[in-house]
């Protein structure tokens, strides 16, 4: 699967040390490595156009199953690898360092994502 949900997912694995890849049930999935969660990308192929949804098991549990907009995850996931990498720096840094990462997420999916600081 190389589809548009697809990229969010590779994206977001990308974001180290806070997620990571994880091969399950025959998909290249994100790892939250602080609690767990999986996230999985959907097949949006039967979809006229592709929206970017993905599946999220919360702490990997099956039973507890969500589907969200995978740009809505990415930008949670932006703001805190911003915020983890980001200690003790300043206000501006962090704000080129936000707009930096929503820029490689539009290259990446050429999807927007916008996050404002907290």
Known sequence: MNGLSQRIVDFVAELLP???YQHAD??????????????MPLDESHAESEE????????????????VLGSL??????????????????QEEL????FYWCERFRQQTGRNVAVKPA
Not at 52 to 64: H, L, N, T
Not at 73 to 90: D, F, K, S, T, W
Not at 95 to 98: G, S
């Open 18 to 20: 806070l997620y990571t």
């Open 26 to 39: 025959g998909h290249d999935c994100a790892l939250c490595l602080a609690d767990g969660t999986l996230i």
């Open 52 to 67: 970017g949804w993905v599946a999220v098991f919360w702490q990997g549990d099956s039973r507890r199953r969500s589907e």
């Open 73 to 90: 995850l990415a930008a949670q996931a932006i703001l805190r690898h911003v915020e983890l990498h980001g200690i003790g720096r300043p």
């Open 95 to 98: 704000a080129a360092q936000r």
